[in-house]
């Protein structure tokens, strides 16, 4: 086996490894990396380059507009519901992963195929839902008011509701980051500490959280990411974010110079907030030894075995069986009062076909800026990284906008048409897709292909045969986000798709802006399950056997 480390010298004079494997490989093979990740920089670019534009034919009163308090106050807001999302989302995520993964919590299998579940409920309807059920005249005033005379609830309109439907949706976010990490731990660290007397609690915080850190950074990033594009909840919830306001602009005001304004704004809002895991996360890696860790024995929860399970039930009661069972009460309302529920088949076909076409997609584009960034790493590869990371904080009313621009100037044959979504959706998704095949990638130690290259197989070989085994998990995983994320999507299906082409998210979005609650129901059902069943799939082939 070739030998994994060369002795190098860096500018301070001292002596360090530098891995075998960052050894320039032929010409044409740095080609057929750098070629398709430089144009999925460019493609990811364009809706910035279309802000600037835009922005720029303002003139001066467009950058004057991010400069007033009413700006500010927005900016704050946004950093707030963020920043509030991702810690309240990790406070749940971190004992729900531990809980089915490391205890012996009665049905912990069942447990662990539905937590992730409501990361498959669109934010828009789980905050209609939410404000339906819980508003200030909703559902249950209204069930309450007759026995107990309570004629309004507690207001849930603003922070306090988008906070509740955003952690509640986008926690599984972290679950699943949390729950690999945790499968992929050796727990032979945590079983010497318990034997040299560290109590459980003691060996979660001292042995288990730290090797958990990275896991939290990146679930939590995402989940950061998502609050800052999110629209649809927010809208629902009428709090001003920086994508409310934005859209606002868009559709109400004749000039859009300042809402691309505001739009770079949040764009450098995202930013900060890479170049802050960045500093967090560094350049270390964390490759896994080759063997598979020996199944860990699961703690016993004694006395706290019904207080987990309450608090599992409480999470899953809100996040998921709530949702279901308004939508539910709403179409058998529908059905009562003798509604026609249109036919779904076609809506359900094209969902499918849009969703595994950008799954498809953002599978085979993560691959070159991960192998990029892994397994070359150089300050090229990590600012092709970085870029891929800039889309998931646009709006996607920006990045259809933005399509739609340089489609209709540009590129006329593809403008409303199939290929156009499916950039779209690159664009979008494409961080989901990086993430979760850079953690495979970089638990897969390089040894394997290194030694593959010294027998003389070729790097397209060394691919096919070693590469894309190791790294099948996080395939995997990728492609059920971005499928699941497709589902959902909204602005960008309304303006992109092709004239006829109506999805499943689009149906819910026409019958509850015409206040058809039941038509609005029946296919928001259908697109939890559609999107449920490749969850639960990935979820069970995750689970640990124990």
């Known amino acids: 086996m070739a030998r994994l480390f060369v ?30 990740a430089a144009l999925i920089a460019a493609a990811i670019l364009l ?50 992963a531990w809980l089915t993964q490391r205890t012996d919590l009665p049905g912990h299998k069942l447990w662990a195929l539905i937590t992730p579940l409501p990361l498959v409920v669109p934010s828009y309807v789980g905050a209609y839902l939410f404000a339906s059920a819980l508003g200030p005249r909703g559902l249950l005033q209204g069930w309450l008011e007759q026995p107990f005379g309570i004629t309004r609830l507690p207001d849930l309109y603003g922070f306090p509701g988008s906070l509740l439907v955003l952690t509640l949706l986008n926690y599984p ?20 500490a318990r034997s040299l007397g560290q109590s459980a609690w003691g060996t979660f915080w001292k042995i288990t959280f730290p090797q ?19 629209f649809g909840a927010v809208s629902v919830m009428r709090y001003n974010t920086f994508t409310r306001v934005i859209y606002v602009q868009y559709q109400n005001s004749f000039d859009r110079s300042a809402a691309a304004a505001l739009s770079i704004l949040l764009v450098a809002l995202s930013l900060v907030v890479l ?110 990284e970085r870029i891929s990371y800039l889309a998931f904080a646009l709006p996607g009313i920006v990045v259809a906008l933005a399509l739609v ?50 027998l003389g197989k070729s790097p397209p070989e060394v691919f096919r045969r070693i590469t894309l085994p190791l ?18 999507e909204l602005p960008v299906t309304l303006i992109l798709a092709p004239i006829g082409f109506k999805t499943l998210a689009t149906s819910v979005w026409s019958s509850v802006s015409e206040a058809f609650f039941a038509q609005a129901a029946a296919p928001a059902l259908l697109l939890i399950v559609a999107s449920s069943l490749p969850m639960a799939i990935l979820v069970s082939r995750e689970s640990s056997p124990g």
């Open 7 to 36: 002795r190098n010298s860096d500018p301070s004079g001292q002596r360090r490894a530098r891995p075998a494997w960052s050894r320039l490989p032929s010409p044409r093979a740095l080609f057929l990396l750098w070629l398709p």
């Open 47 to 96: 809706p910035i380059l279309y802000l600037i534009i835009r922005a720029s034919s303002g003139g001066i009163s467009a950058w004057v507009h991010i400069l007033r308090p009413s700006t500010l106050a927005v900016l704050g807001r946004t950093a707030l519901l963020g920043v509030s999302v991702t810690g309240l989302s990790v406070a749940l995520a971190l004992p729900l």
């Open 173 to 192: 976010f972290v679950l699943l980051s949390l729950r690999a990490a945790l499968q992929r731990m050796d727990p032979a660290l945590e079983e010497a």
């Open 212 to 230: 958990l850190r990275p896991a939290m950074t990146a679930g939590g990033l995402l989940v950061l990411l998502y609050v800052l594009r999110d």
């Open 275 to 384: 170049l802050a895991e960045m500093r967090w996360r560094g350049r270390s890696t964390h490759h896994n030894a080759a063997r598979t860790p020996k199944k860990s024995k699961r703690l016993p929860l004694g006395a706290w075995r019904w207080p987990a399970l309450i608090f599992c039930g409480l999470i899953i009661g809100l996040a998921l069986l709530l949702p279901a069972g308004i939508l539910l009460y709403w179409l058998a309302r529908g059905l009562g009062s003798g509604e026609q529920i249109v036919s779904l088949w076609q809506a359900s076909r094209n969902s499918i076909v849009a969703s595994t076409m950008a799954a498809l997609l953002a599978v085979a584009a993560s691959l070159p800026v991960v192998i990029l960034d892994v397994r070359r790493p150089s300050r090229g590869s990590r600012v092709l």
């Open 405 to 454: 621009f340089f489609g209709a100037n540009f590129a006329p044959w593809i403008y409303q048409t199939l290929p156009m979504l499916g950039l779209a959706y690159l664009i979008l998704f494409l961080p989901q897709a990086i993430g979760a095949v850079r953690t495979s990638m970089l638990q897969a130690h390089p040894s394997m292909e290194e030694a593959a290259r010294s």
């Open 471 to 488: 790294v099948r998990p996080g395939i995997a995983a990728a492609a059920a986000l971005v499928f699941l994320s497709t589902m959902k």
